[in-house]
């Protein structure tokens, strides 16, 4: 464990808000709160595991796997509110067989919720890393992940062959 991770639990003095910046702490360091920064955390918090672990599940925020290669976020704005945003976030969670928060077992796609994009007028809108899309029915969202799906498998199918 180093840097910003070890620092905080230094100065760690027992008070019981002190969980939240370091499990804060730990995610920023490795992206998720993996098993070994838990047992570390309850090692010198003297906090039990399994109550590291209920925390860890009551708030959203955090993350016990790492993100998947392909984070989406679904906006759940006014504007995507009102033009179907729940309706967005459930086809998402049914065809990848996941809940908001959560990543694939594939580790492909990790699904976050999000206030606004800042693309209202193409609402509802979802973000793919780095690529919007938007005016999204349940049935284009669908084909949507399909084929970023199928061209995720492609790319692979060719890194791993010109590796060889
Ligand atoms: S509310 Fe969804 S992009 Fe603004």
Redesign the pocket.
């Known amino acids: 464990m180093s840097d910003n991770f070890s620092f905080r639990l230094w100065r760690y003095e027992g008070e019981p808000g002190e969980l939240i910046p370091l499990l804060q702490s730990a995610q920023n360091h490795f992206g998720y709160i993996p098993r070994r920064a838990i047992r570390y955390i309850s090692g010198v918090s003297g906090i039990p595991e399994s109550d590291i672990y209920g925390v860890i599940t009551f708030y959203s925020q955090f993350r016990l796997r790492p993100t998947g290669r392909l984070l989406i976020r679904a906006?759940d704005?006014?504007?995507?509110h009102v033009t179907g945003s729940k309706l967005i976030i459930e086809t998402i969670e049914d065809e990848l067989g996941i809940s908001v928060g959560d990543t694939t077992e594939d580790g492909l796609f990790t699904l976050n919720t999000v206030a606004?994009?800042?693309?209202?007028s193409?609402?509802?809108?979802i973000m793919v890393n780095e690529e919007t899309h938007g005016n999204l029915s349940p049935v284009s969202l669908r084909k949507l992940l399909r084929k970023i799906k199928r061209r995720e498998e492609r790319t692979e199918i060719t890194a791993s062959s010109h590796s060889q």
């Open positions: 906006c704005g006014t504007a995507c606004c994009i800042g693309c209202c193409l609402a509802p809108v």
